[in-house]
């Protein structure tokens, strides 16, 4: 199986975390999507092993929580000991929601509004992640009226340009994210940042995209940027207490992915800071790292029931399912490859190929072109793997769909975290 948390059991049935899928389906119906909470926090307590290792005591995961946002998932990376990041004003929200310490979020995006900025000085929010000098001057208008410092973070584009999908590559030069070191505008906006009142500049940011299976694009971002901070402490006299990494590493989404070992690559990207900060004589700043994808999509498995299954001769076999788009958009968005296979014939061999289609009217609402899987059949239970991350946290409502539930699986017991919205809660909101 694609992760070690999935099985096959002895009716041929997939399992997850234990757990038999078909009874799953019927037991919380589909779609759904379940989360191995389990796996969830080994892959946090992989990261801050790893990162307590080789970057030191002060060293910390943050949980890039648009990935997958629902309180469920900050408590749990809060017992974790992680703190996170936070994209707008909702996901703060639901983090204060949690009870997440409002010291722990990074606050990020690369327009916050001041309605944003505002709710993010209300909350204490301990660190905001600044990307302009827009937003750089308006953070310090605002403390300054409260009379208050707000501590931050520059984002800074290291001009890294890794191997992932143009819409998800965030590091360079040519990027809507932070400013960059070639421009000169990264040397510019950080001797703003120290000049201004209410501000407290603690140090650098960068993230150079997503879904990257490559570790030397990190090593190359950790090199240019503690290249940088010797640059700023020579030139500005600039002492930088915390360089945040940023996320991005790979998962597996099918068996042709590589497996990612996430401690060796901790490894190596502290071994060229560590090489760096020794060359230049700077001291080591406190490094933080913020996965995502990494974290939860590898304990995601979405469950649909297949409803119709056709075949076009001469052309290809299309399995319909009860989902589509509005739970998984992320074919349409960026044909991203899944895994699939028949959950209540596990056993079989996928024998033919074909389109899975969600039930939405619209040809793009697929979740996978030429998927290998087995023959399938109405109201069998089809399983999509990989879905933890940019999943629920990127559905919809298109065709007025209900959002499906997402339950967590924890030594061998299923929970519903978020439950399954309902026609009601469709036209909640509808005021006329
Ligand atoms: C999306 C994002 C992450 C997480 O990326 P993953 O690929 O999910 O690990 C981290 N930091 C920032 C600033 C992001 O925008």
């Keep these: 199986m694609l992760h070690p948390n999935l099985a096959v059991n002895e009716n041929g049935h997939l399992t997850i975390g234990g757990l038999d899928a078909v009874d799953l389906a019927r037991e919380f119906g589909t779609p759904a999507y379940f989360i191995d909470e389990d796996m969830v926090r080994e892959n946090c307590r992989t990261y801050r092993r790893a990162m307590a290792k080789y970057f030191g005591g002060n060293s910390r995961p943050l ?10 998932i900050y408590h749990i990376v809060r017992e974790e000991g992680l703190g996170i990041d936070c994209v707008s004003g909702g996901e703060l929200y639901t983090a204060k929601t949690a009870g997440f310490p409002a010291a722990w979020i990074y606050f990020h995006g690369n327009n916050k509004t001041d309605r944003d900025l505002a709710d993010a000085l209300d ?59 070639e421009t000169g505008q990264a040397k510019a906006i950080v001797a703003e940042a120290m000049s201004l009142p209410g501000i407290d500049l603690a140090g650098l940011h960068c993230h150079i995209g997503s879904q990257i299976f490559e570790i030397d694009p990190f090593v190359d971002a950790a090199r240019i940027m503690t290249a940088f ?27 042709f992915d590589p497996v990612i070992d996430y401690a060796d690559a901790i490894e190596r990207i502290a071994a060229v800071v560590h090489q760096l900060c020794a060359e230049h004589n700077i001291p080591i700043p406190t490094i933080l790292l913020e ?25 290809k076999r299309y ?52 998927m290998p899987i087995q023959p399938a059949r ?55």
């Design 319 to 370: 399995i319909s399912v009860d989902g589509g788009m509005p739970d998984n958009p992320r074919y349409a968005l960026y044909a991203s490859r899944y895994t699939a296979l028949i959950a209540n014939r596990a056993a079989e061999e996928k024998t033919v190929t074909a389109t899975i289609a969600g039930r939405c009217c619209e040809s793009g609402d697929l979740i996978g072109e030429d």
């Design 229 to 255: 901070i010797a640059e700023l402490k020579r030139d500005l006299a600039f002492d930088c207490r915390e360089l945040n990494l940023g996320g991005g590493l790979g998962v597996r989404y099918t068996e």
């Design 123 to 181: 909350m204490g929010v301990g660190t905001i992640v600044v990307d302009n000098e827009d937003e750089l001057r308006t953070i310090s208008a605002m403390a300054s009226a409260r009379g208050c410092t707000q501590k931050i973070l520059l984002r800074i584009s290291p001009g890294i340009d890794p191997h992932t999908h143009r819409a998800i590559s965030t590091g360079s030069v040519d990027s809507k994210f932070g400013r960059a070191i």
């Design 378 to 432: 109405r109201g069998d239970i089809l399983a999509v793997l990989s879905t933890g991350a940019y999943n629920y946290s990127m559905a919809s409502n298109y065709n007025r769909i209900p959002r499906p539930p997402v339950v967590l699986i924890a030594g061998g017991k299923a929970t519903v975290a978020v439950r399954r919205e309902t026609y009601a809660d469709l036209v909640a909101l509808d005021v006329l």
């Design 291 to 315: 996965p995502g994808r990494s974290l939860v999509a590898a304990a995601g498995t979405t469950l649909y029931t297949v409803g119709s299954v056709k075949e076009i001769p001469g052309f």
């Design 63 to 72: 949980y890039a929580s648009k990935a997958l946002s629902c309180t469920a």
